[in-house]
């Protein structure tokens, strides 16, 4: 019987249908373990308890094991390619691993996330940057609603110099990323901030099955230069790896960009438990060409990859330390994850160019400096109660943020002139959540969980005294999904949730804005709910295929704001949309994917005239195809789209131009040939030199000198996409 097994047999074959959310080595081994009847009692939430159960003496798991009498084949999960039926939360949540992406050419770091279906990566500013993110009718800006971990240490920043959320992925190197879980929608009771639109989980692997040293060269001044192995050391494997990038990019001036990153990783994997220590240093510095307004290029006074400032760009560092620990058992699973991360940023921005200082220009100057610490854990015990298969998962999640020097300031050539802002912040969160799965018949099962989320904020204004203050907020979010089949290898999903995004901080005690005028405070998150409907299939033989109805309703909508260069809250929204997903592998040598999304987003309490929401993409394509020849040859040719979106809440400036960002299309071609342990490739990224826009925008602006403060024009400002570009790699293993 596809999809059902006693005791979740099943449910061990990928950490999806546990919600897990840090270490994974163990989501390939089926548990063995033979059926108990008895009603496990309820532990209090404690990390105690749960360090407890991780720490459990392995020679009791082992002991456990040898008296066990039904053992289950060893299952291995490949991905987007593996049976998840039986196992998913939704038709939206699904798994990719390193054998897909590998061959995934990749232009910039964060379009990693484009693995998950619907999810866009574009860029307004230099590659030092956070990305832009895409998913489900929203501009997330650079993360606002979409959250991502890393090895368990959760990647989003609240709070943000930038804007709320900010998601720079630029210390991931792609070849150490084993894979990547994926879901979309608040239905997940172990995602909270920042997830309702989706989440990706990464994770780094434990040892490398051969050293490799690999060089990428291209052009616009592209060098890059990655090396990684992993070494057998006592009980575990130490992995180490490095990378070093440099790039100029096309732009008049040249980005200048250079970053290092290095990973050190020891892992003690032993089956039924084990651990790690995880080490990883980032740093970065750039020059940055921001969007520059369309008129002055149409007009032929500004070249297409111009800047209006040439002393944009930035710097930043982070360096964070995890540990990671694990045990099963028979009747349980326990995960528990420590982390503290130190990061830093300065970002140099002129948006509006001389709308607000004719004379000395607009350039602002955002800075931070932080210490993050946390944890998160979670027991999962397996059950049989009365008849019933029943898993029931206690979890906690607490995160600090403490950011000193938290401020917004004007400057010219990267040169102070005035203080426009200047706090400093302690930001805590408390999450608790509890699920419970059951298989009520062998076709039918239920998720049902329970997540509490509390903030606690505490601002200190140094500019304006009368700003500082602290406020706390608790909500409370169930979560229901009903789970169908399968029949003919084919699942239904029915899944419901409540979620949340928090808010900055410092919007949350604000009272006196910079030019004196009275500011209403905004609540520390704002709430939001969703629904889904899906399918999921595998009747036909190498297809998996997903189809998904959704809606979304956000009380609040956080929105790019030009002249701060943030992120600012707006009003209530809701979001409907469908996702058609397809993986098709029907044979070795050929694998093709192709992902539809489309989505409409729209503000409620408005007239449907002006209901827009700025910069919502509504629909996004991307296909592929991957084909291994014989003599070690393969192919690889993407196409990646998303269309156009509306830039104002009308479609129209305040000058009555339409204001939509255009659609855009790209193909990428790539290719390689590898000789015993040599290997080359050749990738070909825009092959069609498109002129496209990476990302517009709409908003005032003044781009001439010597005028009135605040008088300006309305008009779309964009940032290109990258011309066509080639790079060759080579890489020898060992």
Known sequence: MRGYSPMGALRDKSSLSQGNFMNRSDLSDALSRRTRVYFQLVFPFSACLLAANVLAHPQQTEDTEAAQTTTLETVKVEGRASDLLGIATSASQGEVGQPEFKFRPLSRVGELVEVVPGAIATQHSGSGKANQYFLRGFNLDHGTDFSVTLDGVPMNLPTHAHGQGYLDLNSVIPELVDKVEYGKGPYYVDAGDFSSAGYARMHTFHSLPEGFVKFTGGEYD????????????????????????????????????????????????????????????????????????????????????????????????????ASNLWSKGDNYKSELNIYA??????????????????????????KERRVI???????????????????????????????????????????????????????????????????????????????????????????????????????????????????????????????????????????????????????????????????????????????????????????????????????????????????????????????????????????????????????????????????????????????QMPLSETNYDASGNKAWGGSTTLVTLGGGYQYQNYKVELDIFNLFNSKANDIAYDYTYNDQPGGTPGVGVDGILKHPVMPRMVRVTASVSF
């Open 222 to 321: 592209f060098y890059r230069g990655v090396a990684a192995n992993s070494n057998r050391i006592g009980r575990g494997d130490l992995l180490y790896g490095a990378e070093v990038n440099f790039f100029n990019g096309p732009w008049v001036q040249p980005e200048h960009s250079d970053k290092y990153n290095g990973m050190l990783r020891y892992t003690v994997d032993e089956g039924n438990w084990g651990g790690s220590i995880n080490g990883k240093i980032y740093h970065s510095r750039w020059t940055a060409t921001n969007q520059i307004p369309e008129a002055l290029v149409e007009q032929g006074r500004l070249d297409l990859y111009g800047t209006m400032d040439p002393t944009d760009g930035g710097n930043t560092n982070r360096y964070s330390l």
């Open 341 to 366: 991360a130190y990061y830093d940023v300065q970002l140099y921005s002129n948006f509006t160019y001389f709308l607000d200082d004719p004379i000395r220009g607009d350039q602002i100057e955002q």
């Open 373 to 643: 610490g946390g944890g998160n854990g979670e027991t999962t015990f397996y059950n049989n109660w009365f008849g019933f298969d029943v898993d029931n998962t206690f979890g906690f999640q607490v995160r600090h943020d403490s950011i000193n020097g938290l401020g917004l300031n004007h400057t010219q050539n990267r040169q102070l002139l005035d203080r426009k802002s200047l706090s400093d912040v302690e930001e805590t969160s408390y999450s608790f959540y509890y699920k419970n799965q059951t298989h009520w018949l062998e076709k039918f099962r239920t998720i049902a969980g329970l997540r509490t989320d509390t903030f606690v904020m505490d601002v200190t204004d140094r500019l304006n005294p009368v700003n500082s203050g602290n406020r706390t907020s608790t909500f409370v979010s169930p979560k229901l999904s009903l789970i169908f089949g399968p029949w003919y290898d084919t699942e239904f999903f029915i899944n419901l949730g409540y979620g949340l995004h928090s808010n900055d901080a410092r919007g949350t005690t604000t009272r006196v804005a910079p030019d004196g005028t009275f500011q209403n405070r905004v609540s520390p998150m704002a709430k939001q709910r969703g629904a889904e409907g899906g399918i999921r299939t595998q009747a036909v033989e190498g297809l998996t295929s997903t189809l998904a109805v959704w809606y979304l309703r956000s009380a609040s909508e956080l929105v790019f704001a030009g002249d701060a260069g943030t992120t600012e809250p707006t009003g209530e929204s809701e979001r409907v949309g469908v996702e058609w997903t397809n993986y098709y592998k029907p044979t070795d040598w050929l694998t093709l994917d192709a992902d539809l999304a489309f989505a409409s987003a729209e503000y409620l309490g408005v007239p449907r005239y002006a209901n827009n929401v700025p910069n919502s993409v509504g629909r996004v394509i991307s296909a592929g195809a991957v084909i291994q020849f014989p003599y070690n040859l393969y192919g690889v040719a993407r196409l990646r789209h998303f269309g």
